[in-house]
């Protein structure tokens, strides 16, 4: 227990300092943000600073936090490593980031940032990307949540009836305003997740749960390395690239720059509370990290968190932690196919304001997502987690590129520069090696993924010393 407490204290600090320097660097200022030099009413509207940093943390703590946490724990107590100080370090500046040079730039997507600060190639193979993964999430984040709600209610509703529900859901989120559907039902959806959060801690410390202190051996049970594997599955608990598709439909939103640390920085940290939560929930309930592991297996991420929740809580109380669980995909699979709706406008740059030209894009974007829910969502997923983390790696590249070009002292763009290389190493790696990718050997994989990590870290220090010269 002890370790979790200094979990939670050292992403507090986190938030307290680092966030700070995000701050500093960064320089927000009193600027007319979009929220009002754009305001249409249906994207672009003023929320207040609550609903603002609610609807951020809800767009992005989807199943990651959860599922990706309780797979994460099956590498042991050392997945909290990764969590507190991979949100801090890199998740926490890679959501501030998007969201603010977004919205300085008129609420912008991150694919037409990649083509400010990177490129024009970068730019159509950003838009491609983030749609493709936009798909993904929004198909995640469909199925998951259409289980659980099967395992609660009569056999007649099963699997197929709540997916079609859910997607009925997401085609009005798609659709309406955003200050419509989202901006009031997320403060309730956020209740129940705050109620989730605090319920599973509950029930760990009421029944006498033991959790294991950190260390870093590994204890996968298949033996499974830590590295890359750890850290692509963990994914929206630490750092995820999701959320720079995310960042900026609230950076349309903030009424002040001077807000961003909160929302952003703040929501990212206050996911990873709840990726500790669940991984904590995880490997207390089971004892080990084989018996974790089997029961994924055997029951599907879904099926854990019916086993943890109700085996912690009890019927009612499990049933009160299931829907926090549900609320979390469902309020990611929303916004994911509403920044899908974005970005498709601005390639084919057909005005949002008129409900016929989202009805345009809306439609075919959700009958795609409908017919991939018939796919396996294991398969989804790990390819959800690979494209997921190497967004996250590029969008921190073209925060780089922006502080070289923006900030005073340019060596402060090392705030980005290291944890995008990090990501570097962590994303090729990954693909060489994984079932899903390349399937090459560790003696290849291991020094690829490093290469190809410093190589770009050395164009970016020829770049900062380019600059520093100019």
Known sequence: MISLIISFLVLIAGYVFYGRLADKVFSPDDRKTPAYTKQDGVDFIPLPTWKAFLVQLLNIAGTGPIFGALMGACFGPVVFLWIIFGSVLAGGI???????????HDGASIAELSGIYL????????????VLLLLLTGTVFVTSPAALLARLTPETFGNSFWIIVILVYYVLATL?????IIGKLYPVFGA????????????????GYTIPEIHFEN????????????FITVACGAISGFHSTQSPM???CIESEKLGRKIFYGAMLSESVIALIWAAGGVAFYGATEALSSAIGEMGQSGVVYDVSTGLLGKVGGVLAIVGVVACPITSGDTAFR???LILAEITKLEQKHIRNRLVITVPLLGLGAVLTQLDF??????????????AMIALWVATAYLLKTSEKKIASLITALPASFMTAVSVTYILMADEGLKMSAMVSYPAGIIAACALLIVYLIKLSAYNRS
Do not use: C
């Open 94 to 104: 890679h959501d501030y980031m998007s969201g603010m040079i977004s919205e300085r």
């Open 119 to 130: 490129g024009n190639g970068a730019m159509w193979f950003m838009r491609v990307f983030s």
């Open 176 to 180: 309406l305003p955003i200050d419509k």
């Open 192 to 207: 129940v997740l705050i109620m989730m959060a605090a319920g599973i801690i509950f029930g760990i410390v009421a029944g």
């Open 219 to 230: 204890q996968h049970p298949s033996g499974l390395p830590i590295w890359p594997f750890m």
């Open 250 to 252: 609230v950076a349309k």
């Open 339 to 341: 920044s899908a709706r």
């Open 378 to 391: 294991n398969v989804l997923w790990r390819y959800f987690s690979w494209s997921n983390q190497t967004l």
